[in-house]
């Protein structure tokens, strides 16, 4: 997702993403992907979780990061979009 993790604590790893200080738990097992994070200043937290076997990582980032910029107001989230839906459907055309 584009952040380097600066903490761990209780099962939550933390990281500065889009400026802002992030909780959060990554996972899954074979076929599933689990994204789990929340922003506590923002008071916003997101959950995403899919079993699908091929781009499940691809797809859990890419709701997170879309969500996010448009939750935190950044600029660019129709962007984001489009270029997350291009690179699976190119990793998805490799299969």
């Not at 969500?67 to 600029?75: E, M, P």
Request: proline share 0%; net charge negative; aromatic share 10%.
């Amino acid at each position: 997702m584009g952040f380097k993790r600066t903490g761990y604590v209780w099962g939550w790893h933390m990281a500065l993403y889009k400026d802002e200080n992030m909780h959060h738990h990554f996972g899954g097992v074979d076929c599933t992907h689990t994204h789990n994070s929340f922003i506590l200043c923002k008071n916003i937290g997101l959950v995403a979780l899919n079993n699908e076997n091929y781009i499940s990582q691809d797809l859990t980032n890419a709701i997170a990061n879309i969500a996010y910029s448009v939750l935190l107001d950044n600029d660019g989230a129709n962007k984001k979009a489009e270029d997350h839906i291009l690179a699976m459907q190119i990793r998805a055309a490799e299969i």
